[in-house]
């Protein structure tokens, strides 16, 4: 089921004007409480056919198309061979009609006509008979000798059609209303002898009481009860006492505020355009719709562009509403990180909003993502604060922070925050010491502190830039944020193991290193606590609407491993020059979906063309060869064929030959591809891929 909604975050509603309050005149009926929706019903949604022939194809009412395309017969040969078939008929109706061939052609017109007929009107009529019967056998014959009918399509379409048709797989037709496979009926349910639960269902999708959300959290709960039968009863308790309302979100809502884009919540998609009909694309996908699902978004997505091409708007935003959705139905849990600004979704589309540097934001960040091992947020923070800075080991970096923050922990049953931190990584002796005092007696901790002091101020000493990335933090506009002591209301991405929507507003234009820093930390983080998780039933994903500079070798590194976690990111870049050289080779290699949007430059299309590689093509050379003629005669015709066409006389030498070529250039996709379009390549989570595809994207004029 689809609904429409504008793109500035506002649905369109039909009583947006204001009205005088109080009840409605006498004789009027009441005011509706929502606008109208349009498009199918959520019982012909449902029953709708869906069908796939690949990754990422849309499959509602998808028609799977012939693999190769047909060869295609010129026009002019068509018209030239119609005729001569026309002319052809035509001399051999004359010579029959006309008596040159014999008579043979009337013998059962006279073997079939009895002799008392001669002469009367029965016999007349059978006669013109018999010729309509000859005269249509020939037209007949000569016209699929002709092709009659293909150029009768050709001409008369207002679109030239295909010589030979294409061979359509027929649409399956959809379960049929009230049958017993209709899904409205829930016959899962009835099957276990909940037939009380599945009416009470049935009529709350007849009575429009149910929409796509309701449908997909239920069937999801039903899932889980599956599973684990002793769920069964609360689950028909529940769903008698609130119907379609039931195993509800525990936000609370049913659905988002508005919709950008159009969703298939049955098949977990997204629409994100239309396969461009052209040579450049595989004749397969040609004019089919493309969408997203978790079994493409759980190989990960790198997606490349210049700033207004759309990455946001008709990417970005329409996956994370998607992922949201499906978080509303109990199936994913999702993490949208951008710029303060960003068009990402309405606050009421999310369940947890936070705005760093932001007074007024109701959520906190935990620096520490929610860990209590010290060596497990020091490996985070590592990352996070120096994994971008050259010369700099990660791994010495961790071993560093881990020296102070086991230590503060085991005297305060806390992490530092973060003056705290600075102040011990600066070394400052009255830090240092007051902290020794609070770990008296634990000498495992105090000789920690004691390696860290020897260690501060070596030339190979990471201190020194860890406490000048601390620094970027321990600025007033950050003040009283990533609180440890618990008198704020921080969110961790341990929250991933349920069905959360998370959006994260970083402050790029005022304090863009730390902004860059903190989408460090929270890819680091994500890739911890999404391979960490317990229950990996939930498709966690997070959302990077700009990654530039905060990609470092450890979170590539766990970029891989996400798809065995059932987890996936997406990553948007202005150019991959924001990449440091050395990781864009693996960064291409570690995402299985890769995205090239209009304009990027023909360094960033080598890299693509790179990793697409290349495919066999069959290639005719056409040589042109000037014939000179011996005789006479024949220059003499040769010589007047020119005067009246101006070329000289020639032969065409076709060589076929199969020879290996880039799928994309880097001048193609630099030049090619049209405002409004993207090639992308898909690879599923089973490993099925498709090939670089060029797309129409979605809300595109």
């Not at 069908?51 to 990422?56: F, K, N, R």
């Not at 979100?249 to 884009?261: E, I, K, N, T």
């Not at 864009?584 to 890769?594: D, F, N, S, Y």
């Amino acid at each position: 089921m689809d609904t429409d909604g504008t793109h500035d975050g506002r649905a369109t509603r039909s009583d947006r004007v204001p009205r005088p309050a109080g009840p409605p005149p006498p004789g009027l009926p009441p005011k509706p409480s929502h606008a109208p929706t349009s498009g199918p019903t959520l019982g012909d949604w449902l029953r709708f056919p869906r069908s796939s022939d690949g990754p990422g194809v849309w499959t509602y009412g998808h028609v799977p198309r012939a693999a190769e395309e047909p060869e295609e017969t010129p026009t002019r040969q068509l018209i030239s061979g119609a005729l001569i078939s026309l002319l052809a008929g035509l001399l051999l109706w004359s010579l029959l009609w006309n008596g040159y061939l014999g008579g043979f052609w009337l013998w059962p017109l006279y073997m079939f006509t009895p002799d008392s007929w001669a002469g009367t009107l029965p016999s007349v009529v059978a006669s013109y008979v018999w010729y309509a019967v000859v005269a249509i056998v020939l037209i007949i014959g000569f016209g699929r000798l002709g092709r009659w009918p293909e150029l009768g399509r050709r001409l008369l379409s207002s679109r030239a059609l295909r010589a030979v048709q294409p061979v359509h797989t027929a649409n399956p037709a959809g379960p049929e209303a009230g049958g017993e496979d209709d899904p409205v009926r829930w016959p899962e349910l009835r099957g276990v002898g909940l037939a009380e639960v599945a009416e009470r269902l049935e009529v709350e999708a007849g009575g429009g009481r149910m929409n796509d959300v309701d449908y997909a959290r239920i069937r999801r709960a039903w899932d889980s009860v599956r599973v684990d039968p002793s769920r069964m009863r609360a689950f028909a308790d529940a769903v008698r006492a609130q119907g379609a309302g039931a195993c509800a979100h525990p936000s609370g809502a049913r659905d988002l505020p508005v919709r950008a884009a159009r969703h298939d919540l049955l098949a977990r998609q997204v629409l994100l355009g239309t396969v461009k009909d052209g040579p450049r694309n595989p004749y397969s996908r040609r004019g089919t719709a493309l969408a997203l699902d978790p079994d493409v978004l759980g190989t990960s997505l790198l997606a490349v562009g210049p700033s207004g091409t759309g990455k946001t708007r008709q990417l970005v935003r329409p996956v994370v509403e998607s992922l949201s959705l499906q978080a509303l139905a109990g199936q994913a849990a999702v993490v949208a990180v951008g710029a303060a600004g960003a068009q990402l979704g309405p606050d009421a589309a999310f369940d947890v909003v936070v705005r760093v540097g932001d007074t007024a934001s109701v959520y906190d960040l935990d620096l520490y993502g929610g860990a209590t091992d010290p060596d497990e947020a020091a490996t985070l923070l590592a990352e996070a604060f120096v994994g971008d800075v050259p010369g700099i080991d990660v791994r010495r970096a961790a071993t560093a922070l881990a020296q102070l923050l086991g230590p503060f922990r085991a005297a305060h049953e806390r992490f530092p925050a973060v003056p705290e931190l600075r102040e011990l990584l600066d070394g400052i002796p009255t830090a240092l010491d007051a902290l020794r005092r609070d770990l008296a007696g634990q000498h495992a901790m105090l000789r920690e502190l004691d390696a860290r002091a020897r260690q501060h101020g070596a030339p190979a000493d990471p201190g020194p830039a860890l406490a000048d990335r601390v620094a970027l933090l321990d600025r007033p506009a950050f003040a009283g944020f990533f609180d440890t002591t618990g008198q704020g209301r921080p969110f961790s991405l341990r929250a991933l193991e349920h069905p959360i929507r998370v959006r994260v507003d970083l402050p790029e234009r005022g304090h863009a290193d730390a902004s860059r820093m903190l989408a460090r930390l929270l890819l680091a983080q994500f890739n911890a606590a999404a391979a960490a998780r317990t229950d990996r039933s939930l498709f966690a994903f997070l959302a990077l609407d700009d990654a530039s500079h905060t990609l470092t070798a450890g979170t590539v590194r766990g970029v891989q491993r996400l798809r065995s976690a059932h987890a996936g990111v997406l990553l948007t870049l202005r150019t991959l020059d924001d990449v440091p050289e050395e990781l864009r080779t693996p960064l291409l290699g570690a995402v299985g979906c890769r995205m090239a949007f209009s304009g990027v430059t023909t360094w960033d299309g080598k890299r693509f063309a790179e990793a697409w590689g290349t495919e066999w093509v069959e290639t005719r050379d056409v040589t042109h060869r000037t014939v000179f003629a011996d005789q006479p005669l024949t220059r003499l015709m040769h010589s007047f064929r020119k005067l009246v066409t101006g070329k000289a006389v020639t032969t065409d030498a076709v060589t076929v030959r199969q020879v290996e070529r880039e799928r994309w250039s880097a001048s193609d996709l630099a030049h090619a591809v049209p405002p409004g379009h993207a090639v992308l390549s898909l690879t599923s989570v089973r490993g099925e891929r498709a090939a670089p595809l060029l797309v129409r994207l979605a809300g595109t004029s």
